[in-house]
Antibody
Framework: QIQMMESGGGVVQPGKSLTISCVVSGFRFSDSDMDWVRQAPGKGLEWITIISYDGGKKDYSDSVKGRFTVSRDNSKKTLYLQMNSLRPEDTAVYFC???????????????WGHGTLVTVSA | QSALTQPASVSGSPGQSLTVSCTGTSFTYNHVSWYQQHPGQVPQLLLYSVTHRPPGVSSRFSGSKSVNTAFLTISELQPEDEADYFCSSYSSTGGPSWLFGGGTKVTV
């Protein structure tokens, strides 16, 4: 079955950097667009970045653009999120999410990792 | 920047039906999906492409869409339906690729 395991979260000081990763199994990672979605404590879901199946296309939310970089290594079935210049408002659980699509091209998030908590605090 | 707007909370009694709305200006084709999240758990895909249910999702959950509003209807409410529900939409026409609604707390 599909498994997605994030790691690398922790406590980091404001202004510092952190890289989190997500190792997957159970599906063709190299065929799948992937995203990172975060959820601040007690808050809703916030999409932050997408990377196409081959890494050729990326997009970011305005809240992280210029600070965060998404990448992937298809040979290792691993998704990465490098986070620079971290702010207290970046404190959240970060979910690695697989995109699915239906016959008519409809897109959706069909599998979610369990998330890794990033806390930005002095 | 466009956004998806959901009511903060909706409540109903066991056996009743309720509807959660999701209003936006950037719905692209049928890229509307809904997610259920119980406290402390991971979001789960509930509906995709407006009306489609993934395997294993109860037929009590259904979806529809008008021009700028998507709807999630839960029929025959059960205690285990108490959760947060989020709508989402993909956009390929500029702006952020994905949007989420703020979430609706459903209380049974």
């Amino acid at each position: 079955q599909i498994q997605m395991m994030e790691s690398g979260g922790g406590v980091v000081q404001p202004g510092k950097s952190l890289t989190i990763s997500c190792v997957v199994s159970g599906f063709r990672f190299s065929d799948s667009d992937m995203d990172w979605v975060r959820q601040a404590p007690g808050k809703g879901l916030e999409w932050i970045t997408i990377i196409s199946y081959d890494g050729g296309k990326k997009d970011y939310s305005d809240s992280v653009k210029g600070r965060f970089t998404v990448s992937r290594d298809n040979s290792k079935k691993t998704l990465y999120l490098q986070m620079n210049s971290l702010r207290p408002e970046d404190t959240a659980v970060y979910f690695c999410v697989k995109e699915g699509f239906d016959t008519w091209g409809g897109k959706y998030f069909d599998h979610w990792g369990h998330g890794t908590l990033v806390t930005v605090s002095a | 920047q466009s956004a998806l707007t959901q009511p903060a909370s909706v409540s109903g009694s066991p056996g009743q039906s309720l509807t959660v709305s999701c209003t936006g200006t950037s719905f692209t084709y049928n890229h509307v999906s809904w997610y259920q999240q119980h406290p402390g758990q991971v979001p789960q895909l509930l509906l995709y492409s407006v009306t489609h249910r993934p395997p294993g999702v109860s037929s009590r959950f259904s979806g529809s869409k008008s021009v700028n509003t998507a709807f999630l209807t839960i029929s025959e409410l059960q205690p285990e339906d108490e959760a947060d529900y989020f709508c989402s939409s993909y956009s390929s026409t500029g702006g952020p690729s994905w949007l989420f609604g703020g979430g609706t707390k459903v209380t049974v």
